[in-house]
């Protein structure tokens, strides 16, 4: 794309500062281009002037006018500048805008989306909530960013597994057969206490219940009672939180239990493989994990003083798995609360002699719902948490995973519940699925003028009739798309998607609302319609991406 073309404008002028001697032949150069975000700075911009300073001990202006001297820009620019204290700023000519459009418009929308992936598998495991409760908002996000980044990673050209982990094998699982068989004695009548320390959610009491009105056969002796209670109930709840994410638009490739760790014996025989390596040690009983020689961060048991094996134990053997199923980058999406965890993880990915970089941890604020523009519980159960399904029932899907993506994954996330149910352009999911649908009925009155949105590909559409600012900066946007696909990719950033669908969709309501799209001269109209097919394509990809429907009418 026009990015591209920049990269080579800059590569030829570097090259040829090199032959004038003004640059060291062996300096390597890298330039990151970015887009300015004020519109009088350039569609383009470079800080490699910044980057070459120091290794040439000039001034960054300096080497920045250097290096537009020896530019041959007049194709592609209208001018190039130097700015600020040593930016060089790229101002495209319209003509290569609307070129670059009617390309893209012949090759079809899958000539936005950048070859990058190059087949690389990649692993995103995310949600992994515990099967002990239904999913609570904070899980939704987290759904939402997994899903969606799924999405983009495959559309540039990684082959991607989504992956839910199914702790089902710790203390937890424990706990929840416990608070079922209470609840199920107090339903038949019995006195007995319920300890703070169980599960106190409602939820409980319906298991108990489900029990019951299924004349499930229970074991006598508690402790057994005890845990047929944890697999039923956490296979359960682990069927209604496959419900809910289903729902939710959210299928994951594979579900993969930690219990199937054991059962395997992949956990005792990483363990075996680091005590080989000299990466655990002996000390209160207790079997460490020498972290601190990996990190800066404390050692951490891997096997308690009683026999007992933590969740790290687990934890470093499912990783090493996902090493051994041949996947080059693993990706898991965490709460913030789990953020100490980093460092220890980040310690057995070395330990487990694999670069630790291949490794990426996204980590989910948490999510505040506000009606009437104050924080509120919406859930009727005790008021403990926020059900993922009650948000769904209150706004639908669309919304949710909109609103969810409304800002990046480690900013605190207010979810306004009044505003996303709101069927107006205050709503930005409403703003932006309303454009897609204004358009579509463009094409509509369209064809009842007799022209075919269809056959626009049998016309010789002139691009060059698109001369008003309001469609340059149209085309930008469209164009930019993968710009933003590119970044949203690297960075790991979903919510660059609809940060980005928000500019553009206010792009074309902004032009719909002063110009005429079908007026007397056809070739003006059908340039026209070109315009806002490859934009209404962009709607639709990007809010395919999100997993977002795109209404034809509204």
């Known amino acids: 794309m026009i990015r591209k073309r920049i990269v080579e404008i800059i590569d030829e002028a570097c090259n040829s ?45 300096e080497i920045a006018k250097i290096l537009i001297q020896n530019m041959r820009s007049g194709e592609v620019c209208e001018k190039v500048e130097p700015a600020g204290k040593g930016f060089i700023n790229f101002y495209i000519r319209d003509e290569i805008w609307r070129n670059a459009l009617k390309e893209v418009y012949d090759k079809g929308i899958a000539a936005l989306f950048p070859h990058i992936g190059n087949g690389k598998k990649v692993l995103i495991e995310f949600v992994s909530a515990n099967p002990t409760g239904p999913l609570h908002i904070g899980h939704g996000r987290g759904a939402v960013v997994g899903d969606v980044l799924s999405n983009i990673l495959k559309k540039v050209g990684h082959e991607v597994v989504k992956e839910y982990y199914i702790n089902d094998a710790g203390k937890q699982i424990q706990t929840l057969g416990e608070s079922t068989y209470i609840r199920w004695r107090e339903l038949k009548g019995e006195k007995v206490p319920y300890p703070g320390n169980l ?24 402790e057994k009672a005890i845990k047929f209670m944890a697999r039923f109930a956490g296979d359960t709840v682990m069927k209604g939180i496959m419900k809910d994410l289903v729902d939710f638009g959210v299928l994951f490739d594979s579900f993969y239990r930690e219990s199937g760790l054991y059962e395997k014996g992949v956990v005792d025989d990483t363990i075996e493989m680091l005590r080989k390596k000299d990466y655990v040690y002996e000390k209160d009983g207790a079997l460490w994990f020498r972290t601190s020689s990996f990190e800066n961060d404390e050692d951490r048991v891997l096997v308690k003083s009683d026999g007992e094996k933590t969740y790290f134990a687990s934890d470093i053997a499912y990783h090493r798995d996902k090493f051994e199923r041949g996947f080059h980058t693993l990706i898991d999406i965490w709460g913030s609360d789990h953020h100490g965890y980093i460092p220890r993880l980040k310690a057995s990915i070395k330990s487990l002699g694999k670069d630790k970089d291949s490794v990426k941890v996204i980590l989910i604020q ?92 049998d016309e010789e559409v002139d691009v060059s009739l698109l001369t008003l600012k309001e469609e340059i900066t149209i085309i930008k946007g469209i164009l930019h798309f993968h ?10 950033e979903p919510h660059r998607i609809t940060f980005y669908l928000l ?14 799209v079908l007026g007397n001269d056809k070739q003006l109209t059908l340039a026209r319609l070109l315009l806002l097919k490859m934009l209404q394509e962009v709607i639709r990809s990007s809010l395919e991406i999100l997993g977002v429907s795109a209404p034809e009418k509204m």
């Open 366 to 457: 948490f999510v505040t719902l506000l009606k009437d523009g104050k924080p509120v519980g919406m859930s009727t159960r005790a008021g403990q948490f926020t059900t993922l399904k009650e948000v769904l029932d209150e706004v639908g899907k669309d919304a949710a995973r909109f609103f969810f993506l409304m800002r990046k994954s480690d900013a605190h996330l207010e979810f306004d519940l009044d505003l996303a149910k709101k069927t107006s352009n205050e709503n930005p999911v409403y703003y932006v699925q309303y454009a897609h649908a204004r358009i579509e009925s463009i094409f509509r009155n369209a064809k009842e003028e007799g022209i075919d949105i269809r056959s626009l590909r």
């Open 483 to 492: 710009d933003v696909m590119e970044g949203s990719a690297r960075s790991l």
């Open 17 to 61: 500062c090199k032959e004038k001697g003004v640059l060291p032949h062996e300096i390597s150069i890298y330039p990151i281009i970015e887009i300015p975000r004020e519109e009088e700075f350039g569609d383009y911009s470079t800080n490699i002037a910044f980057f070459l300073a120091p290794k040439l001990k000039k001034n960054p202006q």
């Open 503 to 516: 500019d553009l969709v206010g792009k074309f309501h902004s032009y719909y609302n002063k110009t005429r």
């Open 199 to 222: 599960y106190q959610g409602e939820y409980v009491k319906d298991l108990a219940v489900l029990l019951i009105e299924r004349n499930v056969s229970i074991p006598e002796d508690s």
